[in-house]
């Protein structure tokens, strides 16, 4: 079964910091990766999603890394701000079960002001 | 913007009532889902849905029933509410196959007395 694991489980960087956010898949036959933000008591808010062929995916100041091989990928996030306070998912889907995500448990980032 | 709804945002019920989670997409989609949050930890699948009358149960046991009378409506119901049924619930859609995003709504907080 996939198995996927997110590093580290919380942050806190102070405002106008790069950071990045780490997760790691044990199969790496996926079809795709993706990322969401999660704010407190919400839905979750699809941020890039990765197909396997891509090595990365840009929106704004997020940048998005895959490798396969290595079972990783990354979230680089650029001059953080206080809005990016969030819990971020990383998630891979299934082989079979209508491919339903498997998702890691995410990282909780704060930025401070 | 995702066009997927779920009603309502917020549920207090006391045990052994009967209740239906609402789940509406406007986009046509055939995949559909509900997940399982518990605070702090990571999304399980419960149900899925390929597209009408098709139902699936998920990795994470359930005693919650869903149907797919139409596309666009998805819902899941429980019987005989108990505490342990206190969790949030989140419902998803998707298109293209595996290599599609996946939507999410809002979430409704489910809290059994």
């Known amino acids: 079964k996939q198995e996927v694991t997110q590093i580290p489980a919380a942050l806190s960087v102070p405002e106008g910091e790069n950071l990045v956010l780490n997760c790691s898949f044990t199969?790496?036959?996926?079809?795709?990766l993706q990322w969401f933000r999660q704010d407190p008591g919400k839905g979750l808010t699809s941020l890039l999603l990765?197909?396997?062929?891509?090595r990365e995916q840009t929106s704004g100041r997020l940048n998005a890394s895959l490798d396969k091989s290595s079972g990783r990928s990354t979230l680089y996030i650029a001059a953080s701000q206080p809005g990016d306070s969030a819990t971020y998912l990383c998630?891979?889907?299934?082989?079979?079960?209508?491919?339903?995500?498997?998702f890691g448990k995410g990282t909780s980032l704060l930025v401070t002001p | 913007e995702a066009d997927i709804y779920q009603t309502p945002r917020y549920l207090v019920i006391g045990t052994g009532k009967k209740i239906t989670l609402e789940c509406s997409q406007t986009?046509?989609?055939?995949?559909m889902y509900w997940y399982q949050q518990d605070p702090g930890m990571e999304l399980h699948l419960i149900h899925y849905?390929?597209?009408?009358?098709?139902?699936e149960k998920g990795d994470l046991s359930s005693e919650s029933t869903v149907s797919r009378i139409r596309t666009e409506h998805f819902p899941l119901t429980l019987e005989s509410a108990r505490p342990s049924h206190t969790s949030q619930y989140l419902c998803?859609?998707?298109?293209?196959?595996?290599?599609?995003?996946?939507?999410f709504g809002a979430g409704t907080r489910l809290s059994v007395l």
């Open positions: 998630a891979v889907p299934t082989g079979d079960s209508g491919y339903a995500l498997n």
């Open positions: 998803a859609s998707s298109d293209e196959g595996p290599v599609g995003i996946q939507y």
């Open positions: 986009m046509g989609h055939d995949k």
């Open positions: 849905s390929y597209g009408v009358n098709s139902t």
């Open positions: 199969d790496s036959a996926i079809y795709n």
């Open positions: 990765i197909q396997s062929s891509q």
